[in-house]
């Protein structure tokens, strides 16, 4: 990913995170945005550059660009993992594979840079991502549950 595929990206992802904590009850939609923006800037100080942290354009089998993949090398204990903190297949893309195939990237990527795993939140309402992750080996390691209550 270059600076201005980094920039499309970002603002795009910003209120796409706003809207996936509101569906989610974490966060109240007044400041949702703000709270995004913020999110983001603390994750990514450098923006693109930020150490640690790779960005990749998903490809389709011909090369045209259908996605990103965003995780971040992290410690977990005493050994080093990636966390996957976004993947996105455009709309028109999805159900095609293409996240299964970028997912098996991630990993190849993982095992070239010695680290140990990969760890990722998908929220509870994103019942097509869990199963996604389900079917490629993910377990999950927490699971946080509400109930309201009227």
Do not use: C
């Not at 109240?28 to 800037?41: D, P, T, V, Y």
């Not at 389709?60 to 993992?81: C, K, P, S």
């Amino acid at each position: 990913m270059v600076g201005a595929e980094f920039d499309a990206w970002l603002g795009l992802t910003i209120p796409a995170f706003a809207t996936q904590k509101i569906a989610s009850g974490q966060w109240a939609a007044r400041e949702a945005l703000a709270l995004s923006i913020k999110a983001h800037e603390e994750l990514l100080p450098q923006g693109l550059a930020t150490p640690d942290n790779h960005f990749f354009i998903v490809q389709d089998e011909a090369g045209g660009r259908v996605g990103m993949l965003w995780f971040a090398e992290q410690a977990r204990g005493a050994e080093r993992i990636a966390y996957l903190y976004n993947i996105e297949i455009d709309e028109a893309q999805q159900r095609r594979g293409h996240a299964r195939r970028a997912m098996q990237g991630l990993e190849q990527q993982v095992r070239e840079r010695g680290l140990a795993g990969i760890s990722l939140h998908v929220f509870g309402h994103n019942t097509g991502a869990q199963a996604l992750y389900t079917g490629l080996g993910f377990q999950p390691t927490n699971i946080t549950m509400f109930k309201p209550v009227a």
